[in-house]
């Protein structure tokens, strides 16, 4: 039988609390013996001070200690006669009744169990030191007090401490504390399991609600989220839960729309390929070399869309091979240039270049990325550029930096829009005209190819009034 984890944190704070009041209670338990053994001690201590004071005056009365040889009976009744100095509020009838009517103290006194345990207990010593009552042994932290007569020393007197209790009242006295320290103890354990259960349900209550949610999330429900309700370690944990939904959540709505765009870029050349290659089979179309020039044209933008995804795919992975070296990016922007210098000529748009007059520019790149970069720039260039527009291409050092600049003309890319610009599929034109623009793949090719050289891009409006493009690498340290 598996125990849930609300049963166990209760159980762990019941057995927490439980051990905290088994040890306070043995403890105490310590403290109340030898407390009022102690206590029990320092009294029987101070009432040994009658006694010493009726040794004092019978040593006096005698001349000596031989009158110990006498017996045990003249024993008792000096300790009966030292306990009847101890009641002060008795009557005096009482009090004759203990001493006998003239004064004098009954000769054999029947002993009592008290007296005869107070008795073993008594050591006393001459004035050199030589035991006359006590055992043969006497402790050396045994407090003795001093006999005197007269200013002179007679002897020494103690009472050897208890070890343990032996009376009924002090028993049963004790036995009372302990009863109701136990009694403490068991409502305690009472109360805190009373309110460790609460306390136990309130703190795995976030946890279920996790759990719940971390099912619905596996069911593809993604959506789910839990309440923050703290700010503790739950509530964190709650948090990171809720973020790390909302991220699965955006990535299951980018995979559908990636797979909603691949058809709808994929479905244009082949529907085309489909009606030029039908009309040719049912006679509408002569297969004339102009025929063949459409298809052609159709399958190289379908191999080029296909191209542009398989390098999408390996970019956004990481396995895009690069074969990096050190290398002048200025030449690379010269040739890029060069080759679509015919094009933007064709389409009466003014190209410029600028790159560093003195001083060679060194990187650590790949010539083939970098070269693909530069084509894509320009190629976006030459499709949204208006006729009779202008493109300025630049390149130089800062701050040991390698900045290119891509700006042109007409039309510009609204603001809401111009941070879409690197998501793949994304064009500006709502159409989607394949006439005016690619798959949308071109830029987010460009902002993987830049990220591995280390670099950064960013976009803003173009001084000529359509897009700013700004490529920053790092420039290679020569040592």
Not at 95 to 103: C, D, I, T, V
Not at 287 to 309: I, N, R, T, W, Y
Not at 328 to 350: H, N, Q, Y
């Given at each position: 039988m598996k125990i849930g984890i609300r049963y166990r944190l209760f159980l762990a704070l019941l057995a927490a609390t439980g051990t905290v009041v088994i040890c306070m209670f043995l403890i105490m338990q310590w403290s109340i013996d030898r407390g009022f053994l102690r206590y029990v001690n320092t009294l029987e201590q101070q009432k040994t001070e009658q006694l010493a004071e009726v040794l004092e005056e019978t040593y006096a009365e005698k001349g000596?200690?031989?009158?110990?040889?006498?017996?045990?009976?003249?024993?008792?009744?000096?300790?009966?006669?030292?306990?009847?100095?101890?009641?002060?509020?008795?009557?005096?009838?009482?009090?004759?009744?203990?001493?006998?009517?003239?004064?004098?103290?009954p000769s054999n006194p029947p002993p009592s169990r008290y007296s005869r345990r107070f008795e073993k207990r008594v050591v006393l010593l001459d004035e050199q030191k030589n035991i006359l009552i006590g055992p043969d042994k006497i402790p050396d932290s045994l407090d003795l007090r001093t006999l005197t007569l007269e200013g002179r020393v007679v002897g020494y007197f103690g009472l050897l401490p208890r070890k343990k209790l032996s009376d009924i009242h002090q028993l049963r006295f004790v036995k009372q504390q302990k009863l109701a320290l136990a009694l403490v103890g068991g409502v305690l354990i009472l109360v805190s399991a009373g309110l460790s259960y609460p306390l136990a349900n309130r703190l795995v209550r976030p946890i279920r609600s996790l759990a719940a949610a971390s099912n619905r999330l596996a069911a593809g429900d993604y959506p789910a989220r839990v309440p923050v309700e703290s700010t503790d370690e739950l509530g964190r944990l709650a948090r990171d839960f809720n973020l790390l939904a909302a991220t699965?959540?955006?990535?299951?709505?980018?995979?559908?729309?990636?797979?909603?765009?691949?058809?709808?870029?994929?479905?244009?050349?082949?529907?085309?390929?489909?009606g030029e290659i039908e009309a040719i089979q049912d006679g509408v179309?002569?297969?004339?070399?102009?025929?063949?020039?459409?298809?052609?044209?159709?399958?190289?933008?379908?191999?080029?869309?296909?191209?542009?995804?398989?390098q999408h795919s390996l970019s956004d992975l990481g396995?895009?091979?690069?074969?990096?070296?050190?290398?002048?990016?200025?030449?690379?922007?010269?040739?890029?240039?060069?080759?679509?210098?015919?094009?933007?000529?064709?389409?009466?748009?003014?190209?410029?270049?600028?790159l560093p007059a003195e001083g060679k520019l060194s990187i650590f790149g790949d010539p083939e990325r970098l070269h693909?970069?530069?084509?894509?720039?320009?190629?976006?260039?030459?499709?949204?550029?208006?006729?009779?527009?202008?493109?300025e291409a630049r390149m130089f050092k800062r701050n040991?930096?390698?900045?290119?600049?891509?700006?042109?003309?007409?039309?510009?890319?609204?603001?809401?829009?111009?941070?879409?610009?690197?998501?793949?599929?994304?064009?500006?034109?709502a159409s989607r005209n394949r006439s005016t623009g690619g798959a949308g793949?071109?830029?987010?090719?460009?902002?993987?190819?830049?990220?591995?050289?280390?670099?950064?891009?960013?976009?803003?409006?173009?001084?000529?009034?359509g897009l700013w493009t700004r490529i920053y690498f790092p420039m290679e340290d020569r040592g």
């Open positions: 000596g200690w031989d009158f110990l040889l006498e017996g045990s009976g003249i024993w008792r009744s000096l300790l009966w006669r030292a306990r009847a100095r101890e009641i002060d509020s008795d009557s005096l009838e009482e009090r004759e009744k203990r001493q006998g009517r003239n004064g004098i103290p699965l959540e955006k990535n299951e709505k980018a995979r559908r729309e990636w797979f909603a765009d691949i058809s709808h870029e994929l479905r244009t050349p082949l529907a085309i390929l489909r179309r002569e297969p004339s070399q102009a025929a063949f020039h459409s298809l052609h044209s159709e399958v190289m933008h379908l191999g080029k869309l296909v191209d542009d995804l398989y396995a895009l091979a690069y074969r990096k070296e050190t290398l002048d990016p200025a030449f690379l922007l010269r040739e890029a240039v060069e080759t679509f210098r015919g094009e933007f000529m064709r389409k009466s748009i003014a190209m410029e270049l600028s693909r970069l530069f084509v894509n720039l320009l190629d976006n260039s030459l499709k949204y550029t208006e006729s009779g527009g202008r493109l040991g930096e390698v900045i290119v600049d891509f700006m042109d003309s007409a039309p510009g890319v609204p603001d809401s829009e111009r941070g879409k610009l690197f998501d793949r599929f994304f064009r500006v034109e793949l071109g830029l987010s090719i460009c902002r993987n190819i830049v990220e591995a050289h280390q670099g950064k891009v960013e976009v803003k409006p173009s001084p000529l009034g």
